[in-house]
């Protein structure tokens, strides 16, 4: 574990679908020499633009904004989502931007941001998501920002909700030591025990609050009044049986996608409907230009 994947993961908020990450958390981070992340993001594409529609692949595990998984396994960073948008919102040769979305999702830290920077987007100029076929957790929490979220026939979306993995020292090592965590006096909040009951009160009341936020910027992205949502997302009469996924009309029918299309059929209407020469296409260019003009202005 300690050279997997699954390492970035010890003592931190998550939102990933484990289960349907198993394969991508075991694999062993790559052993290259330290690189400024500069150098390898420059390497990095992020998007692509054709026939004015840019499209945002969202793949794998997603940190903040590791360059070594982005470089070396192609898997997206939120600040690499972020940084793709402003430069696609202000790109008047840009239509409307697709978040291609296959991930179960990642860490908790930073992927507000990378949701926030679609809502913004969605502001200027149309962004389509398509989970093909997975967008879990994390991953749904940017899609589900998108003007729409399509789920292709046998796609995944969901797992929404927040967990992490803490540990307890409870007896001496292989070396016949004992450890113990220890904090300064006002600072027990800094690395609570889970092995006591005030531990895992503080990591719990943490995990709600990310959840709150997620649950907050499902309920605003999907329009779906935030008193149903906790309902809708459980799998019994009980809120608190929430964090599943869902699959096609299952998902459409609470809410958590649009539409169920293949992807071909899908890319094939967001071509018909913003590719160049469309008037989609010169309304986007002329919303760009005005926003690029309102951006100017405030500097």
């Known amino acids: 574990m300690r050279n997997s994947v699954m390492a970035l993961f010890s003592g931190a908020p998550a939102a990933v679908a484990v289960d349907l990450a198993r394969d991508l958390l075991a694999m062993d981070m790559p052993k290259i020499e ?3 992340g500069d150098a390898v993001a420059a390497s990095v594409e992020r998007f692509t633009v054709q026939r004015g529609v840019a499209v945002v692949p969202v793949r794998g595990i997603l940190t903040p904004n590791s360059a070594v998984l982005e470089r070396w396994f192609g898997w997206s960073t939120y600040f690499g989502i972020s940084d793709a948008l402003a ?4 790109r008047a040769d840009v239509a ?5 979305i296959d991930s179960p999702g990642g860490l908790v830290t930073g992927c507000a941001g990378a949701a926030e920077a679609v809502a913004a987007t969605r502001a200027v100029k149309p962004v389509h998501a398509i989970a093909a076929p997975l967008a879990a957790s994390a991953a749904y929490w940017i899609g589900s920002q998108a003007s729409s979220l399509t789920v292709m026939p046998g796609g995944i979306v969901g797992s929404i909700g927040v967990a992490m993995m803490a540990s307890s020292i409870v007896g001496p090592d292989g070396w016949g030591e004992q450890w113990y965590s220890l904090t300064s006096s006002h600072a027990r909040a800094k690395r609570p025990d889970p092995g006591t009951e005030e531990g895992m009160t503080e990591l719990r009341r943490s995990l709600d609050e990310y959840e709150a936020v997620f649950h907050a910027a499902v309920a605003t992205g999907r329009g779906i009044p935030a008193g149903d949502l906790a309902a809708r997302l459980s799998v019994t009469s009980d809120p608190r049986d929430g964090g599943a996924v869902f699959q096609g009309q299952e998902a459409v029918s609470r809410g958590l996608a649009d539409t169920v299309e293949t992807r071909n059929a899908f890319y094939a209407r967001v071509f018909e409907e913003y590719g160049a020469g469309t008037k989609n296409a010169a309304r986007a260019q002329f919303r760009a230009q005005a926003a ?5 202005a405030q500097i």
């Open 292 to 296: 690029a003009a309102a951006a100017a």
């Open 87 to 90: 430069e696609l919102s202000g």
């Open 34 to 36: 330290a690189r400024s």
């Open 96 to 100: 409307a931007i697709v978040l291609d």
